[in-house]
């Protein structure tokens, strides 16, 4: 029978449903199955049934100064147990080292005196803010949320591309991708044993209010956001209302006496713990940009006299440099005394004339990424780039070595997603979430994957045209379903009796009159 | 100083521990203004389009009333300045009242900000009243031509439609906390003016006089006086009901004891011995009761002063609940080096 699959074809790279033409992987056989029953209009009137139930739900990023919806492709990632688990820990060492490394560089800075991570280095970073150093935050933790981003290379490892442990965004995504998925799909899901996302605001509040400053027995935790023009500001709502806390703009909130508290109808409540979804540059006025708007002048004071607790902490944009991602392993290996479980992709560092003679030299075969660029911007892809935009790339490079470094170009994992109304592979990554409470870190089950819709593309993200996918994480064969069955006590005993109205428009005097 | 474990002993707050709610619910005063905002928008929208539905009928069964005339008569009530032209025409009328998405007086307009705020409170409203206005912008206000599409009688009725759904939607899914006091507040003290406006045709002496049946359609009263009176009633008891009515959930006296209830409950005061603190209350509770007891032969009599004072009283209040509850930072850039 021809079916949606019939012309796909895979492309020169690890395509995440198919090990050959035709042939599922085992994680996806029950998809594959469900999928062959429709045909290519069917999934097209679904995409066009979640666009709309996305703008009517204000499921949007901010694109071009509008609003859009967030596209979500129809056919899901899954994700075996087995996989799971490596990722899982792999990413929790990873935010185990990063933590360790912030605490250090903000208090002894034995790294540095070890010669593990260059003095240069951190002291050359943007992000790295002397107004930090010694603050030590409730709990030791710095990174409340972490989201390290995972590409599958040639061979099918995972690997880390960089590490996100400032703000990073998009989680809301998985949570709404999931609830469009299930109304979508559900035989699918009745059939899967897929791990369910919903737990991520408990356990983000849990972790807030578990690393609220010492002394405070019932903490008021809040969500700040920078304001409704943010390109996130959705994803501050959802969050917000998920965790049942207020979410508060810089001009809500006030500091008095190195305390923070926020205004309301009924004058000022305390706040101890402040989600903040705010850049470091604007979160306080006093020690950062002095024109935000956006933040509140004291805070970083108030969090330095132990009264509130910033998640995620201020600084760590040094921990995600792109550069010290080069030492990423090193540093594990430093603090933990463990080898990497995850591997990076490739890099080189420009650090000595040869090197960078010969990468300039190897430009056009190489990755280049400016070490603290964000959302995709200023990737150079060597074997896409044309010779105007190399030249470009080779000044700017020699003029600023410290400011790049050099990857090589892994063909990122593909996977079919509808395009028109055809299947077609495209590139994808992988960002799993990861929250801190300060004794555990917990990993969402399944994290966001995106897609580069353009065919070819290998920077996946919202702001260059990305979409993106539910993703599945199927829990062990013999491990129950999830979500897990209620307890039947719950359930109260039916009534066998209802309450109606009696005899209805008294439809006996009712009969008689009509047959006058 | 009672021993530290009487005072422990004492539970310090009624809500559940870990909410972060305190004995007394209170909310952000950026969301209590968006709230209270959102609810007047929401009314206004309401109000605008059965007033310009009323319009059109009556432009449409009178072919001898006088055009402009009307059209600026209905412009002034709402407080809308006409297009360049001198005399208005009813296309023009209803484009500005309908349409204008610049004009916070359009329903186009009213409907724009009332998403606005909500998106603002996205966590403190239901995702369905979100959803509901959201939807809204997308359906009704998406693309320019859709209300010329659907012709004016249809997206009048939409709006109301839509409108019906917010209200039900609030109805159904808010807690009857601080926040939905603020709403409530904002959609009566709204309704109060709106319907002091559409009162004003009969005093201002401009225009063409509408018929009651015209009044009573433009306030959504049409049905529920004709079974309280009757067909024979005129004109003068369509206006006592519109002001005086104790059941009529849309008369003035019904908005503005709303209004009181919302303000008693926000600020609750144990026992003020005399006079009222509250200043958003006591113009309102002032024209309440001057309400509750008129002498009902001379309400006619004394509308035009009435309504002045309804409508200084709805601003009065307005002014004096910012001042009081939604007071932020001043925007002013932080000065720092």
Not at chain 1, 88 to 104: K, N, Y
Not at chain 1, 393 to 412: E, H, N
Not at chain 1, 454 to 475: A, I, Y
Request: hydrophobic share 45%.
């Amino acid at each position: 029978m021809a079916d949606i699959f019939d012309t796909y074809r895979p492309a020169q790279a690890w395509d995440e449903m198919f090990s050959a033409p035709g042939v599922p992987r085992a994680p996806y056989s029950a998809v594959f199955a469900a999928l062959q029953r429709l045909g290519a209009t069917d999934l097209r009137h679904r995409a066009d049934q979640v666009a709309r139930l996305f703008t009517d739900r204000g499921v949007t990023f901010a694109f071009a100064g509008g609003e859009q919806p967030f596209p979500l492709d129809q056919i899901p990632r899954v994700l075996a147990a087995r996989e799971w688990d490596e990722i899982t820990r792999g990413v929790a060492q990873r935010i185990r080292a990063l933590e360790a490394f912030l605490a250090d560089v903000y208090g002894r800075g034995r790294v540095l005196d070890d010669g593990v991570v260059p003095r240069a280095l951190v002291l050359t970073s943007p992000h790295f803010h002397r107004a930090a150093a010694g603050i030590e935050p409730p709990g030791g933790v710095r990174v409340h949320v972490g989201g390290i981003d995972l590409v599958r290379d040639e061979e099918g490892r995972f690997r880390v591309l960089e590490d996100n442990v400032r703000i990073p965004s998009g989680v809301s995504y998985v949570i709404e991708n999931r609830r469009a998925g299930t109304r979508l799909f559900p035989g699918i899901f009745a059939e899967q044993r897929v791990r369910a996302v919903d737990a991520y605001p408990e356990r983000l509040l849990a972790a807030l209010r578990a690393t609220a400053p010492e002394g405070v027995t019932d903490p008021t935790a809040v969500v700040l956001t920078p304001g409704r023009y943010n390109a996130a500001y959705f994803e501050h709502t959802l969050l917000a209302r998920l965790m049942g806390i207020p979410l508060v703009e810089g001009r809500d909130l006030e500091c008095r006496g190195n305390r923070v508290y926020m205004r309301t109808t009924r004058g000022r409540r305390p706040v101890h713990v402040i989600y903040r979804r705010v850049d470091d540059d604007f979160l306080d006025p006093l020690h950062f940009r002095g024109d935000s708007l956006l933040g509140t002048p004291g805070l970083l004071n108030a969090a330095r006299a132990g009264n509130v607790t910033l998640a995620n902490a201020v600084g760590n944009g040094v921990a995600d440099d792109k550069l010290l991602y080069t030492y990423v392993p090193e540093l594990i290996r430093y603090y933990l005394a463990e080898e990497p479980v995850l591997h990076n992709v490739e890099t080189y560092r420009l650090d000595g004339p040869e090197r960078v003679a010969w990468v300039l030299e190897h430009a056009n075969e190489l990755v280049l990424k400016p070490v603290d660029g964000s959302g995709g911007k200023g990737i150079v892809i060597g074997p896409h780039a044309d010779d105007a935009t190399l030249a470009t790339l080779r000044a700017a490079v020699a003029a600023d070595p410290r400011g790049w470094i050099a990857q090589r170009p892994v063909a990122l994992s593909t996977a079919p997603t509808l395009i028109g109304d055809r299947l077609e592979p495209r590139h994808l990554d992988l960002r799993p979430f990861a929250v801190n409470d300060g004794t555990d870190i917990w990993l969402l089950p399944g994290g966001l994957t995106r897609v580069a819709l353009p065919e070819g593309q290998l920077v996946v993200n919202s702001s260059q045209g990305g979409g993106s996918k539910d993703t599945w994480v199927l829990s062990d064969e013999d491990g129950p379903a999830v979500p897990a069955p209620r307890p039947t006590a719950l359930v109260p005993a039916a009534r066998a009796v209802r309450d109606h109205q009696p005899s209805p428009f008294g439809a006996d005097a009712g009969a008689d009159a009509a047959q006058q | 100083m009672p021993p530290r474990a009487a005072l422990e002993a004492v539970p310090s707050r009624t809500a559940p521990p870990g909410t972060g709610v305190e004995e007394v619910s209170s909310v952000l005063s950026r969301v209590a203004e968006a709230l209270f905002w959102m609810g007047r928008y929401v009314e206004r929208a309401d109000d605008t389009a059965r007033l310009l539905d009323a319009f059109l009928h009556r432009m449409v069964e009178d072919p001898w009333t006088d055009e402009v005339a009307a059209c600026r008569s209905l412009l002034g009530v709402l407080g809308l300045e006409p297009y360049a032209s001198d005399a208005p025409t009813v296309d023009a009328t209803v484009r500005r009242v309908a349409l204008d998405a610049d004009s916070p007086s359009s329903i186009a307009g009213a409907l724009l900000l009332a998403r606005e705020n909500a998106r603002g409170v996205r966590e403190v409203v239901s995702s369905e009243l979100w959803e509901c206005l959201n939807a809204t912008r997308h359906d009704l206000l998406g693309s320019d031509a859709s209300p010329e599409l659907l012709g004016p009688g249809d997206f009048l009725a939409r709006v109301r439609e839509r409108a019906a759904l917010f209200c039900g939607l609030a109805d159904a899914t808010l807690s009857r906390d601080e926040g939905w006091r603020f709403l409530v507040l904002g959609r009566s003290l709204e309704r109060a003016d709106m319907t002091a406006r559409l009162l004003s045709v009969l005093v201002s002496g401009t225009g063409p006089l509408p018929d009651r049946t015209t009044l009573l359609r433009a306030a959504g009263a049409e049905e529920s006086f004709l079974r309280t009176y009757g067909g024979a009633a005129g004109t003068e008891r369509a206006v006592e009901f519109l002001v005086l009515d104790r059941l009529f959930p849309r008369s003035v006296l019904h908005a503005l004891s709303t209004a009181e209830e919302c303000l008693v409950a926000l600020a609750p005061v144990a026992a003020e011995r005399t006079g009222v603190a509250d200043r958003a209350r006591r113009p309102i509770g002032r024209l309440r009761t001057r309400l509750e007891y008129a002498d009902v032969s001379t309400v006619g009599h004394e509308l035009p002063v009435l309504l002045a004072d309804l409508g200084a009283a709805c601003s009065q209040a307005t002014d004096a609940l910012a001042r009081r509850y939604f007071t932020d930072a001043p925007l002013a850039p932080w000065e720092g080096r």
